[in-house]
């Protein structure tokens, strides 16, 4: 079954902020990480990313179900920024998230790059993102110790 992408609205903050913590709760168990970790973001933070005129959230649906969401932030120079996207825990792993990124990237033709970044010791991440066509930046950022966040591009 191929997912959609529904565009989301100021309605949606709520379901959004639940389903990111969800989504990214294993991620705080693992590393702690109470500053970037979406899990740990106040509702707050999304409504305020849902005003910004360069912002668009999506929600990635399967048969009509919200199993998740990307959000694409549209910056300067024909560039797009994906951050955050993350599709619930029970539907990872089958291949979702690949097709999220196709239509978010087909959404914005004019886009001549593209960025996002993850957590360098995911190597299920990693591998989601490179398989995709993304490649390193050489850009690193240290997090805590164990943490680091490394940064990605691709040129379309």
Not at 22 to 31: N, R
Not at 53 to 64: R, S, V
Request: hydrophobic share 40%; net charge neutral.
């Amino acid at each position: 079954m191929l997912v959609q992408l529904l565009k989301a609205d100021a309605n949606d903050c709520r379901q959004i902020h639940q389903m990111q913590i969800k989504a990214f709760a294993h991620l705080l168990d693992k590393y702690h990480d109470y500053t970037t970790n979406p899990a740990a973001e106040p509702l707050e933070k999304i409504i305020q990313r849902m005003r910004q005129a360069f912002t668009d959230y999506y929600f990635i649906q399967l048969g009509g179900e919200n199993i998740g969401a990307i959000r694409v932030v549209r910056l300067h120079n024909a560039a797009c920024r994906i951050s955050p996207m993350f599709i619930l825990p029970e539907f990872q792993g089958k291949g979702y998230a690949q097709q999220a990124i196709k239509n978010a990237e087909s959404l914005y033709p004019e886009a001549c790059r593209w960025e996002l970044d993850t957590i360098k010791q995911e190597p299920k991440l990693r591998y989601l993102y490179e398989k995709m066509g993304y490649v390193t930046t050489g850009k690193e950022e240290d997090i805590q110790p164990g943490m680091t966040i490394i940064f990605y591009e691709k040129h379309v």
